[in-house]
C-alpha cells in the first residue's frame, strides 16, 4: 500500500511537471506549435510619421499584376517599334539555362528589368532583385552553412556577391547567403537603379528600401542622428547589413567581396541599431502606465476598442516573470497588431501573429481567450522557451530582435525587415531619445559559433554552461554587465544568459531570474559596440591593444602576416597571446585557412 501511494505521487509530480509548460501554450488550431521557420504571407509598413499598415501578400501581388497590365498599355501606345538598345539604358539580367547548365545574361530596360535576350557576359558590379513570384525563397548563409528564407515582396534588393558553384551570391539584412539563380535577377550597377539607402534626416537615421515587383519605397528609423555622428545629415548610405556605410554602390560591393569594410565611411565604428540588438533579457524603464499612455495618444477615441487597451501592466508583468522585455515586445505587437486594430488582433484576440503563415494568414493565425493571453505566452511559450532558448530549440539565433543574419528575425519572418521594423516602432515615441536609449553595454561575440561556453565565475576552471547547441550563431549580441580580472590577469566580462541558468544547466522551461541568470566569458572573444550610459562599470574593450589581422604587431597588415597563419597552420611555427588573437580574424576560437584568407583579402583590396 505504501509503495503503492509513492507510485501515486511520483505519477502525480511528472503529470504536473508536463503541464507546467503548457500554462502559457497558445491556444491555437491547425498550426505546428514545433521550432520550424513561420512563413508570414503579411508584412508592416511603416511611413515617416510613424503610421503602420499591414499588408497581405495576396492583396499586394493583385495590385501588381493590375499595376504591371495599366503600365504595358503604356508602353504599348508609345511605340509600336522596339526602342533603340544603347549602354545607357540597358542593364544586364541574369537567368538560368537549366538545359545546358549555363548562366546567360540578356540586356533589360533599367525601370522594369523586361528583357529581350540580346547578348551574353558577366555582371560584376551587380544587384540582386529577389523573384516576387513566390511567397518566399530559401537560401543557405555562407557562414554558418544554416537554412534560411526572405521574401522579395518585403525586400527586393540585395547586393550581388558573384556566382559560386552554380548559386547566386547575395547579401541581404546581414547574411551572406548562396541562393538559386532562378529566385533573384541579377543587373548591372546603375546610379539610377533602385536599391536600398541610409539618410540622416530630421534627426533621425532612416532605412529606405524597396519592395515587391513595382519596387514600392518603405521606411523606417534605425537610430537617431546623434547615434551616427560620421555620417552628413541629407546623404544617401548604401549598406546591406545597417552597420558599415558607403557613400559609393561599387566600393561596397568590392568590400564584401573581398571580406572588408575597410573603405566604410565608418570603418572602425559599425553602427548598431540600439533596440534591434538588445537582448530580450533586459527591462524597460518604462511603466505600464507609460505604455497605456503610448497607446492612448496614438489612437486618442479609438483607444478603448483596440485590444492593446489597457495592457501595459501585462506586459511589465510578463517581463518581470518571464525575462522578456516590455517594450520590445510591445513594439512587435504595434507593428503586428496595427496597434491592436488588425482583424487578427480583433476577432482572434492574437496580438503577434502567432500561427499567421502560409497562404491565409488570417485562418492560420491562432486565437487566444482574451489579449492577456496573448502577451504572456509571447512572453513565454513564443520568446522565453522558444527562441530565447539556446540549449534545444533551434530557432535561437540570439536573443535580439535581429535581422537575416542573427536574432528572432531568422525565423520570425519572411520580412527581412522585421527586425528592425518592431524596433524601430521605439524610435516613434519621442523626439528625443528615451532616458534607456544606449542605457546598456552591448557586445558582439564575433565569428560563428556552436558551442560556446558561458562561465559560472571568471575562472577557466569553474563550471559552465553551453549556450549554443542546436545550430551555429553568427556575430552574437550580449549584455556585458561588468568587467572582471581573474587571479592571472585573464579579463572577463559578466554578461546577462539568454536562458535561465538553474543549478549549472541551462533550463528554458523555469522562470527568469535577471540577477541569478549571469555569467562569465573572456573579454577577448567580444568586440564592444556600444558604451551603455547606464552600467556601473563601462568595459574596457581588450580587443584594442592589438589589431585583428597584424599577427605580428607592427601596425600593420602586410604579407608577413598571412605568411605567419600560414606557418602556423602548417604546423612550422607557433602563435601565442595577441598574436594568436589577432591571427583569429573570425573570432570562431581557431586559426584556419579561413582567417589566412581574409588577411589575404585585406592586403588585396
Known amino acids: ?201 530630421d534627426g533621425y537615421l532612416l532605412h529606405r528600401y524597396y519592395y515587391g515587383s513595382t519596387h514600392a519605397l518603405g521606411s523606417t528609423r534605425v537610430g537617431f542622428a546623434s547615434d551616427v555622428p560620421y555620417l552628413s545629415a541629407e546623404t544617401k548610405y548604401y549598406s546591406y547589413d545597417g552597420h558599415y556605410f558607403y557613400t559609393n554602390y561599387e566600393t561596397m560591393l568590392n568590400d564584401y567581396r573581398n571580406d572588408t569594410y575597410s573603405h566604410a565611411v565608418n570603418a572602425s565604428s559599425p553602427h548598431y541599431n540600439y533596440y534591434q540588438y538588445l537582448s530580450h533579457r533586459s527591462k524597460t524603464q518604462l511603466t505600464g502606465s507609460d505604455l497605456n499612455q503610448i497607446v492612448s495618444n496614438q489612437l486618442g477615441s479609438g483607444y478603448s476598442s483596440s485590444k492593446l487597451y489597457n495592457l501595459g501592466d501585462v506586459f511589465i508583468s510578463s517581463q518581470n516573470q518571464f525575462g522578456v522585455n516590455a517594450l520590445l515586445a510591445f513594439g512587435v505587437a504595434v507593428n503586428e497588431s496595427n496597434w491592436g ?138 549584455i556585458i554587465l561588468d568587467t572582471v580580472q581573474d587571479s592571472s590577469g585573464n579579463t572577463w566580462y559578466k554578461v546577462q544568459s539568454d536562458v535561465p541558468i538553474i543549478n549549472g544547466a541551462a533550463d528554458c522551461y523555469a522562470d527568469y531570474d535577471y540577477d541569478r541568470d549571469v555569467a562569465y566569458i573572456p573579454a577577448s572573444l567580444v568586440t564592444t559596440v556600444i558604451n551603455g550610459t547606464g552600467n556601473s562599470t563601462t568595459p574596457s574593450d581588450p580587443t584594442q591593444s592589438y589589431t585583428k589581422g597584424d599577427v605580428n604587431g607592427d601596425g600593420r597588415i602586410t604579407p608577413a602576416d598571412y605568411v605567419k597563419v600560414k606557418n602556423y597552420i602548417m604546423e612550422t611555427s607557433t602563435l601565442t597571446g595577441e598574436a594568436l588573437e589577432a591571427a583569429d580574424m573570425n573570432g570562431d576560437g581557431q586559426v584556419t585557412a579561413a582567417d589566412y584568407v581574409r588577411i589575404k583579402n585585406i592586403i588585396m583590396s
Open 341 to 478: 486594430r488588425s482583424a487578427i488582433a480583433q476577432n482572434k484576440n492574437n496580438l503577434f501573429g502567432h500561427g499567421a503563415v502560409d497562404e491565409d494568414p488570417y485562418a492560420q493565425a491562432g486565437v487566444y481567450s482574451s489579449p492577456e493571453d496573448s502577451v504572456k505566452s509571447h512572453a513565454y511559450s513564443f520568446v522565453s522557451k522558444g527562441y530565447l532558448d539556446s540549449a534545444t530549440d533551434g530557432r535561437y539565433r540570439g536573443g535580439h530582435l535581429g535581422d537575416k543574419q542573427g536574432g528572432m528575425n531568422v525565423k520570425y519572418a519572411s520580412d527581412p525587415y522585421w527586425g528592425e521594423k518592431a524596433a524601430a516602432r521605439i524610435y516613434y515615441l519621442s523626439s528625443e531619445p528615451l532616458a534607456e536609449h544606449r542605457a546598456m553595454t552591448i557586445g558582439i561575440l564575433g565569428g560563428s559559433h556552436q558551442n560556446v561556453k558561458y562561465y559560472a565565475s571568471a575562472s577557466y576552471s569553474a563550471s559552465y554552461v553551453t549556450v549554443v547547441r542546436r545550430a551555429a550563431v553568427e556575430d552574437l549580441p550580449v
Open 1 to 201: 500500500m505504501k509503495g503503492a501511494y509513492k507510485k501515486v505521487i511520483l505519477m502525480s509530480i511528472l503529470t504536473l511537471c508536463l503541464l507546467i509548460p503548457l500554462i502559457y501554450s497558445p491556444r491555437i488550431e491547425a498550426i505546428d506549435d514545433g521550432i520550424g521557420d513561420m512563413i508570414t504571407d503579411y508584412f508592416t509598413v511603416i511611413d515617416d510619421e510613424g503610421n503602420t499598415e499591414i499588408i497581405y501578400l495576396n492583396e499586394l501581388q493583385g495590385e501588381q499584376e493590375i499595376e504591371k497590365e495599366v503600365r504595358a498599355l503604356e508602353e504599348a501606345t508609345v511605340t509600336d517599334s522596339e526602342p533603340e538598345t544603347t549602354e545607357e539604358n540597358t542593364v544586364m539580367m541574369v537567368s538560368n539555362e537549366q538545359n545546358r547548365g549555363l548562366t546567360s545574361y540578356s540586356l533589360a530596360s533599367s525601370a522594369h528589368i523586361q528583357a529581350e535576350p540580346v547578348t551574353t557576359r558577366a555582371v560584376t558590379m551587380g544587384i540582386a532583385y529577389i523573384t516576387t513570384s513566390r511567397s518566399y525563397i530559401e537560401y543557405k548563409e555562407v557562414e554558418t552553412g544554416n537554412t534560411g528564407y526572405t521574401a522579395g515582396s518585403y525586400g527586393v534588393d540585395a547586393a550581388y556577391l558573384g556566382s559560386y558553384n552554380g548559386k547566386a551570391r547575395i547579401k541581404i539584412s546581414g547574411v551572406v547567403a548562396d541562393v538559386d539563380p532562378d529566385d533573384v535577377t541579377v543587373v548591372s550597377y546603375a546610379s539610377d537603379m533602385d536599391v536600398s539607402y541610409y539618410i540622416v534626416s
